[in-house]
């Protein structure tokens, strides 16, 4: 489990710079049966296309690159 978490993290590593040059972060709270808990932070928090960028960005990129991955579940705030 703990190296699923470890390539879901370098995988969040390389959308970071996108998700910071728009005020915003992510960071990662839990990795449980394949779904991947994040903490959406700045002003993606508050985004009202948070959830469109979760899904096709973030949950795309993980399930691409991270065997193993279903879903990204975002945990607010």
Same mark, same amino acid.
């Given at each position: ?21 728009? !005020?915003?972060?992510?960071? %990662?709270?839990? &990795? =449980?049966? *394949? #779904?991947?808990? +994040?903490?959406?932070? $700045? ?13 096709? !960005?973030?949950?795309?990129? %993980?399930?691409? &690159? =991270?065997? *193993? #991955?279903?879903? +990204?579940?975002?945990? $607010?705030?």
């Amino acid at each position: 489990m703990a190296e699923l978490k470890e390539q879901v993290e370098k995988a969040l590593a390389d959308i970071r710079p996108a998700l910071q040059a728009d !005020g915003g972060d992510i960071e %990662l709270v839990d &990795v =449980v049966d *394949g #779904v991947v808990q +994040v903490r959406l932070q $700045g002003s993606c928090a508050g985004c009202p296309m948070s959830q469109l960028t979760l899904t096709n !960005g973030v949950e795309r990129h %993980l399930r691409n &690159v =991270v065997p *193993g #991955v279903d879903r +990204v579940e975002n945990l $607010g705030f």
